[in-house]
């Protein structure tokens, strides 16, 4: 059986969980929910946690953003859609997409997945690989005029490295 939370152990929890990395506000909201806290206490821990900057909203978004593009290879779409479930305000989101997503390493980032795939399709995908990359970039949150796009300029690659390697 589980022992209950006091309001101010579960403060402290969540100052030593924002210490060691960012959160966001409904996370943190759940995370008291879960523990058995009382509306009343969670606002008043919530505005404490506030008061002393131990979350913000654009930092978690920023950190965010930079973490799922770079390590999870996420597209802005999915990126997007994930932080609006967390109830982070759209300017918010749009600022950070803008400030830590160049396009010039989106594109790359795209381009480098969609070659790995295309390397790796099975023998149904490569039917209409078009579609298949197209569709594994869309998955993974990257817009579809720009999926298309990479996913012929990737099989174009493809092809003129297997043409060069041939000769």
Not at 104 to 132: H, I, N, S
Request: glycine residues 2%; proline residues 3%.
């Amino acid at each position: 059986m589980k022992t209950q939370l006091t309001p101010q152990q579960a403060q402290l929890r969540l100052e030593s969980l924002c210490a060691r990395g960012e959160q966001c506000e409904a996370d943190l909201r759940e995370k008291l929910r879960r523990w058995g806290i009382c509306s009343n206490e969670t606002e008043k821990i919530i505005a404490n946690l506030r008061k002393d900057n131990y979350f913000d909203p654009e930092r978690y978004c920023r950190a965010y953003t930079r973490e799922k593009f770079r390590f999870n290879r996420w597209g802005r779409v999915k990126i997007r859609l994930m932080l609006a479930q967390k109830r982070i305000p759209a300017e918010i989101i749009d600022t950070a997409l803008e400030e830590e997503i160049t396009p010039q390493a989106y594109t790359q980032t795209l381009l480098e997945l969609l070659r790995g795939k295309a390397r790796a399709l099975t023998t149904a995908q490569q039917k209409q690989p078009l579609v298949a990359l197209a569709a594994f970039a869309a998955s993974r949150g990257f817009e579809t005029d720009l999926a298309f796009t990479a996913a012929r300029q990737a099989l174009n690659n493809d092809a003129d490295e297997s043409e060069t390697m041939d000769t």
